[in-house]
Nanobody, 120 residues
Framework: QVQLVESGGGLVQPGGSLTLSCVASGSIFTIYDMGWYRQAPGKQRELVASITSRRDNTYYAESVKGRFTISRDNAANTVYLQMINLKTEDTAAYYC?????????????WGQGTQVTVSS
């Protein structure tokens, strides 16, 4: 019914930049909050950033403030995560999440993840 597909991950040197994208498709009526999570090996999945549907409120984890920027294009059902000044500790699988209203029900949906590796 709903698919979230991430892209934009890869290998980058410390201090480098990447922009992740996540496109939602399917029988979507409305997308509410969207967010990016990450999970490093041996660690719990953590919320990195989130954005409300009207883009009037954003949240950032303390560890990424000032370096990551979340944005969204509602017309394209897409959320972005711009990452600059990347550090080795940002290495993780990054997952997109969205609260989506379908016809008659609301659910939380996840993408399959995209790997970000920061290494020299």
């Amino acid at each position: 019914q709903v698919q979230l597909v991430e892209s934009g991950g890869g290998l980058v040197q410390p201090g480098g930049s990447l922009t992740l994208s996540c496109v939602a498709s399917g029988s979507i009526f409305t997308i509410y909050d969207m967010g990016w999570y990450r999970q490093a090996p041996g660690k719990q999945r953590e919320l990195v950033a989130s954005i409300t549907s009207r883009r009037d409120n954003t949240y950032y984890a303390e560890s990424v403030k000032g370096r990551f920027t979340i944005s969204r294009d509602n017309a394209a059902n897409t959320v972005y995560l711009q990452m600059i000044n990347l550090k080795t500790e940002d290495t993780a699988a990054y997952y997109c999440n969205a609260a989506i209203l379908l016809l008659g029900s609301t659910g939380s949906y996840w993408g399959q993840g995209t790997q970000v590796t920061v290494s020299s």
